[in-house]
């Protein structure tokens, strides 16, 4: 059931507030454990801007797991067979199970789960910008299990050797059940593949809509990447963007030759020399403008979580003060 | 004569089975609405669970209705291409989720109602039946577990959440009338050693559930007049919604396999 998360860094008491800390002694240990390969643990020092960009990521991606429950729940009641049904409603669950692990994962680093629902409801922090695409055929749950969580994949595997020990245990699980998604999601294609005309339009169509941006969720190019020098260097991101979608490309390509579908990239070819396929331009335009809340759908899916948040706040209410009352009536009791 | 009394008692036993498992689905299908919505992500998540079990009780069940009916229909083609007039299930799971009150408090009753049925039919003759109450009962007394708790959490926790759910059991009780009716085909079944007499339960029913409204602070109406009719073929008006919605695929693509 439902518990308020306290605020962890406040409820710590006696223990210094992260950032306090600057003694040198710590930073080395610090450094020789990230040097060494060793997980950094939750009651462990680290560095404030360690903690932060962590936060940030972690939060970030759980986000995107709650957000990612809207497109493909769309098509939940509209799925073709029972069993399918199940499969989708299965899925959609396991994204949630990921939000809810992600956000535990979080808060061992002191920011409890309302602060960062707050965080994006009001819109200070983001979620994977490929949320904001609408879900417009049966197809786009298939191509969205296949392309989406199979970019989701490629950019997690290397996360389950980051160096934070609750984040790397978290991304194992989350990796497993995901390349199970993305089996699931290819099955639904090579269905939809082998049946009638219309069935097949429908898939080349949702692979047109959504290759591109599935390219983008691997992130700028490394050379405009942000993020990428710090958490390189503690260990939190240990490959490229540019190498991650690379691998993402070559491993696609044969996918997609296999289904009988083409690629919406009239530059893509192999390039023999490099012994990886060389890709068009992508629309970064297009990318920072969605990232910016001016996709298709950023409206609606923030909306769509603040709806249920507000709507559901009398039920969070009650289950609060009925633990409450049933303390003090066995509390009476004794 | 006799053939004329099978055909009559395979009638009545095709129809019991499109009861249980029509129920379930579109039980299913509208806790499934919940998916992404829910007041906590932990909810999310047992409302998906909830609607996962009914998916699959319903799937068991109107397999085996297909294959007793003989006309070669699978479940998909029970779920999804008959109108709503040849759907079977009692009218409450059909009702639009409402708030969360209302459809915890649903999982409640339908769900004490079902876990009384499926203890029953564990010594069925129809052997099929059996087996398929006994697997799907460990997941009801689980459901209807949680179900409770949600009563009893929303009927003592604040004022705001007893009047939703009392208002909730105001408006719902008259459906479990119909639950009970006395029925033909079911008496017929019950003789063969196949069903039992779904008004048979009532008393377990009853017992079951007051006490859980008694903790919560709940007051139990007063009977009225008003019987839903969903089981014998006649529904209210959200059914016709839900189901173009739930098979708009199938109708839209005729042939097509997904």
Known sequence: MYTQAMDIAAARGEDPAPGQVTDAGYQAEFDAKIDRGDFIEPKDWMPEAYRRTLVRQISQHAHSEIVGMLPEGNWIGRAPTLERKAILLAKVQDEGGHGLYLYAAAETLGVSRDTLVEAL????????SIFNYPTLTWADVGVIGWLVDGAAIMNQIPL?????????????RVCREESFHQRQGYDLLLAMMSGTAAQRDMVQDAVNRWWWPALMMFGPHDAQSLNSGDSTRWGIKRITNDELRQKFVDATI????????????????????????????????????????????????????????????????????????????????? | MSVAIADDLRAAHVDYLLRLGDSALILGQRLSEWCGHAPVLEEDLALANVALDLIGQARLLLSHAGVLEGHGRDEDQLAFLRAEREFRNVTMVELPNGDFARTVLRNFLFTAFQREVMTGLQGSADAALAAITVKSLKETRYNLEHAAGWVVRLGDGTDESHARIQRAVDELWPYTEEWF???????????????????????????????????????IPAGTAFRSTGRLGVHGEHLGPLLSEMQVLQRTYPGATW
């Open chain 1, 160 to 172: 389950c050797r980051c160096s934070y020990g609750p984040y790397a245990r978290a991304m194992i």
């Open chain 1, 121 to 128: 409801h009001a819109g200070r922090a983001k979620y994977s």
């Open chain 2, 181 to 219: 009716a006395p029925d033909a085909g079911d008496e017929a079944l019950a003789g063969a050693g196949i069903a039992l007499c779904w008004s048979n339960t009532r008393g377990a029913w009853t017992d079951a559930v007051t006490p859980v409204l008694e903790a919560a602070t709940l007051v």
């Open chain 1, 254 to 334: 044969p996918q997609a030759k296999l289904l009988g579908v083409t690629v919406p990239d009239p530059d893509l070819r192999w390039n023999e020399a490099r012994g990886a396929h060389d890709v068009g331009a992508i629309d970064w335009d297009e990318f920072w403008s969605v990232v910016n809340g001016n996709g298709p759908c950023n409206q609606e899916r923030l909306a769509a979580r603040i709806r249920a948040w507000e709507e559901g706040a009398w039920v969070r209410e009650a289950a609060m003060a009925h633990a409450a009352k049933s303390e003090a009536r066995a509390a009476g009791g004794r």
